[in-house]
């Protein structure tokens, strides 16, 4: 963690917005998101996000790194209403959980190549829950294991057997946003209680609440994010004024924040992202077209404000960040977002600036998580806990050659932006525990590389 008093080379970083050539253009997102979800979500092969709302149902899926015009999208199609959160699994780029308005839970299998046409056939669908889904949160740690919030409940589901695992109770209204400890031992969820925002704390497998406290005391939506395997959980909502706030909170003690930030005043729900490598936190809100962000140190104040505020060039419909094995490190890009707008959907670099562009900053990339689960999920229900393994992004000790994607072949023609995983991928299936070996997966053909200049947006 940073310290207050040691002036931190993350501090530094800008963002840059990229050129209109690498944006995906000609979306019809629509006005129908109606829902806390961030409406787009991104492995190290595939994006994922809502796609012309008002046809209900769909949303669209291209490979990571795809950009221009498109006459249509590939979509996934295979509920009766409007998808409102969706997830790809942190230990399988192809795995993608969706949750909608019909209160169903459904898993799909991408197939190699990516999605062609309309793809509706699920590999897997969940006992329907009591009311629309509103969170999915895959376990950091563990296999085919998944929360989902919908109503007032938070279910444990083992995904391999499909099977129900336990239910958290003990929200009194809908449980907004759900987020896991580091290592998968802890859960907090933020819910509508009366007329305020709560936060609580969950030992899942013990089925206990073991803190709770107002978050929020606006009516308005709320976000919880668990910063990596702190004991540090942030929120983001509002306040009596109407104003955003960015709250901190220390799980030892939930009667009071350890810091607040108020970030002015808003109308849509507010997104966190967190990056334990670099120890920043982001915090963007919906119809809103700036991002904030915050590193996080062990003494107070404890979030020291960035001096830089990304100004996106369109309003955020939603937002994701890729995993931190696709960012382009040779070019210093400690984070990337891919931004969701009305028409577009827009890659955002944050960057530090180095003099040198030919050669890996190891100060900067610190060994990251490796995509391998560390245990299965009958093991972690039963019990254990274990964090997953970690990697070098530095290139030259990948084991194999990066793998890039590109655009289906019949869209219109242009330069793909620099955006490759630094580490080799996951195997497709799995099922008892897992085995430290990667399969050999086939590369798709990458047009040649062209670097964008490293320009800082306004600030």
């Known amino acids: ?36 979800g961030h409406h787009i979500a991104s492995s190290c092969q595939y994006v994922a996000f809502n796609h012309d709302s008002n046809s209900q149902g769909s949303i669209a899926v291209l490979p990571l790194g795809s950009c221009g015009r498109f006459s249509s999208f590939p979509l996934i199609a295979g509920h009766a209403g409007f998808v409102t959160n969706f997830a790809f699994s942190p230990f399988d780029d192809s795995l993608l959980a969706t949750g909608a308005e019909d209160k169903l839970v459904k898993l799909w299998r991408i197939p190699d190549g990516g999605i062609q046409g309309v793809y509706s056939t699920a590999a897997a669908t969940l006992d329907p829950m009591e009311a629309r889904i509103e969170d999915i949160a895959f376990h950091p740690s563990a296999d085919n294991v998944c929360a989902v919030s919908a109503g007032s409940c938070v279910k444990l589901w083992d995904l391999e057997k499909c099977a129900q695992k336990a239910a958290l109770g003990g929200h009194e209204d809908t449980v907004q946003s759900i987020s896991w400890h580091g290592d ?73 924040p350890v810091a607040l930030q108020t970030l002015g005043s808003a109308t849509g729900s507010p997104m966190l992202f967190y990056d334990k490598d670099s120890q920043l936190l982001f915090i963007a809100s919906k119809s809103e077209s700036t991002i904030h962000f915050f590193e996080l140190t062990d003494k107070a104040p404890f979030l020291s404000k960035g001096p830089h505020v990304c100004q996106c060039s369109t309003q955020v419909k939603g937002l994701t960040a890729v995993p931190k ?71 030259a000790n990948s084991k194999k050659p990066s793998v890039e994607v590109v655009k289906p072949a019949a869209t219109e023609p242009a330069t793909a932006p620099p955006m490759k995983p630094t580490s080799v991928d996951k195997p497709m299936e799995k099922t008892a525990a897992p085995e430290k070996q990667k399969e050999p997966m086939e590369k798709t053909a990458a047009p040649e590389k062209q670097k964008e200049p490293m320009e800082k947006t306004a600030a």
């Open 1 to 36: 963690m940073a310290s207050r008093f040691k002036t931190s080379k993350y501090r530094s970083a800008f963002s840059y917005v990229y050129k209109k050539e690498f944006w995906v253009n000609d979306l019809n997102v629509g006005s129908n998101l109606n829902s806390n």
């Open 184 to 256: 998968g031992t802890l859960l907090a969820t933020i819910c509508k209680d009366g007329k305020t925002r709560k936060l609580r704390i969950f030992d899942p497998r013990a089925d206990k609440c073991i803190k709770e406290g107002t978050a929020h005391s606006a009516l308005k939506d709320a976000s919880v994010l668990w910063l990596g395997d702190t004991n540090f959980v942030a929120t983001a909502g509002y306040g009596i004024t109407r104003d955003v706030e960015l709250a901190l909170w220390d799980i030892q003690d939930t009667s009071k």
């Open 325 to 395: 094995r696709a960012v382009d490190v040779m070019a210093c890009q400690i984070v990337r977002f891919l931004q969701l707008a009305q028409t577009a959907m827009i890659p955002i670099g944050y960057h530090i600036q180095r003099k040198s562009t030919s050669e890996f900053h190891a100060d900067l990339f610190p060994d990251t998580a490796c995509g391998l689960p560390a245990m299965t999920a009958q093991q972690w229900f039963e019990g254990t806990n274990e964090k997953v393994a970690l990697v070098s992004l530095n290139p």
